[in-house]
């Protein structure tokens, strides 16, 4: 049995990136294979002290969103402020079934949710920051108080959130793990996914198998 949280000094913690269900296959914005993850994401999160999962949540007139002005196609990249942004299908809006877990993740150990793109101006790949940082989501702080010095992280997508995230997580100081079977990647180029893991690792986050964690 996985010890408590409170009998850790540094508890082992999972981050459950976006695991939602319009990132599922029949959601707004598919991820291939999305739905494969959450049978290994709920195995892990046997193996964890503490359990942080995020949700994209998003108002309805979101910037990211490709029907929103200035109306272009999904895909398409505009500029927001000083930051680009890619335009998705809209999805993930506030307290629709599209944002909720999907029924077949375990929640019931959840102990923080972090929402994120909640600001219509701004989007948020990362749990920690908005993409132009100029608000933080309370992650880092929370993490701190709870004394948490890695963390391993798994979810959708490899090559926005997940990897967002990791990259935030290791850039705090956190030792950073990323579980690849429990993530899938958008792929809107062929080899996004496997690209954005070969940068994670370059950068010096671990990659790891979720059959292959080290404790
Ligand atoms: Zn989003």
New binding site residues.
């Given amino acids: 049995m996985p010890k408590p949280a409170h009998d850790h000094p540094h508890p082992r913690t999972l981050i459950l990136v976006d695991i939602q269900n319009d990132f599922l296959p029949e959601g707004a914005l598919a991820v291939p294979g999305g739905n494969e993850i959450i049978q290994v994401a709920n195995r892990l999160q046997n193996r964890f002290d503490l359990l942080v999962a995020t949700q994209?949540w998003?108002p309805a007139n979101h910037s990211?969103f490709a029907r929103n002005p200035p109306h272009r196609k999904p895909g398409d990249i505009v500029q927001l402020g000083k930051v680009e942004q890619t335009l998705?299908p809209a999805?993930?809006v506030q307290g629709t079934l599209g944002a909720a877990f999907p029924p077949r993740l375990i929640q019931n150990r959840l102990d923080r949710i972090v929402k994120k793109?909640t600001s219509t101006e701004v989007?948020s790949y990362s749990a920690f920051f908005d993409n132009a940082r100029l608000k933080a989501t309370g992650l880092l702080e929370y993490l701190k108080e709870k004394r948490v010095v890695e963390v391993y992280i798994c979810g959708l997508a490899t090559d926005y959130c997940v990897k967002h995230t990791a990259l935030d997580a290791l850039s705090l100081g956190f030792k950073t793990w990323v579980v690849e079977d429990a993530c899938r990647g958008v792929n809107l180029q062929p080899y996004d996914a496997p690209h954005a893991l070969q940068a994670m690792n370059k950068a010096g986050i671990k990659i790891v198998s979720s059959r292959h964690l080290p404790f």
Wanted: glycine share 12%; charged share 25%.
């Fill in positions: 994209d998003h990211s998705w999805h993930c793109g989007d």
